[in-house]
């Protein structure tokens, strides 16, 4: 019985999460129904797609690539499933944030996602006790191991939303790591964050003009909070509906009932494995 509740309650968070207008437009099916035709489902049944960025060298911006599209610009933000394509800048609760290496073959040989290691992991282990240079790890396949930073977040229709747009993990490796680090620390050492929620603070994302290491523009993330830059104005009241989703969220990834969808993970990429030559970024 444990066992059965552990799964209806993983389900119904993540049902709870997809529709628009979260639970208060979710009806009452009675006791006897609840998380009725989920019995089976469990990690790998849902997927949440990236929200990757653009750069000059992805195929959207790349006129005569199969997936270009005229309206997408470098800097624009794309969900990896839908295509859908955000503009400006992006609003965003973070449900929660996972910390691991990736793993992705060589572009000459084909590209694409392998795995996702832990921080300890013997893969780990290994790739560091033999590696040449500290920041290029490889596994024993010779793949690339990426130290990776993931937001698990809802995206909301701007600050004073009341209702979830979407669902998406924001990949935060390589040059994307100071930016993350910097956005955590901000809110970790704000006074009393103890006692918050990570998901109370109403986030904005905007693109940022950088230039790698041989000079070559790209596109950067920040990620500020939402009202007036200001951390205490941008906090979610805590009587918003928003909170119990943000959780419900939260709890199906640590349930492990939903995950990255990392097959859709180079979707917005410039190249084939998923990692942008020009920007040195990796686009999981």
Known sequence: M???KTEKTATDTK???????????????????????????????????????????????TEGEDAYNANAKPGMFMNSVTQELYDGSVHLLVALTKHSFVEWKPQDSGGGF??????????????????????????AAGNEL???????????????????????????????IKRYKQTMTRLRTFKGSSRIPLFAHRLVMT????????GKPYKNIQINPAI??????SLLPSDSPLLELANGLREALLSGTAKANFDSAKAGAAQTNGKDEAADEVFA
């Open 15 to 61: 049902v709870a999460v997809v529709p628009k207008g979260g639970a208060l437009a979710l009806p009452n099916y009675g006791d006897q129904m609840v998380g009725a035709g989920w019995d089976n489902a469990g990690t790998g049944d849902f997927q949440i797609p990236f929200l990757n960025q653009l750069q000059a060298l992805s195929p959207q911006c």
């Open 146 to 176: 990426v130290e990776t930073f993931q937001l698990f977040c809802l995206i909301i229709d701007g600050p004073n939303a009341t209702e979830i747009k979407d669902q998406v993990v924001i990949s935060c490796s390589k040059t994307k």
């Open 228 to 233: 007036e830059n200001d951390v205490a104005k």
């Open 207 to 214: 693109a940022t003009n950088e230039k790698n290491a041989a």
């Open 2 to 4: 444990a066992k059965a």
């Open 114 to 139: 392998v795995g996702e290691h832990a921080l300890d992991s013997d893969v780990i282990k290994k790739a560091k006790e033999t590696a040449k240079d500290p920041i290029d790890l490889r596994s």
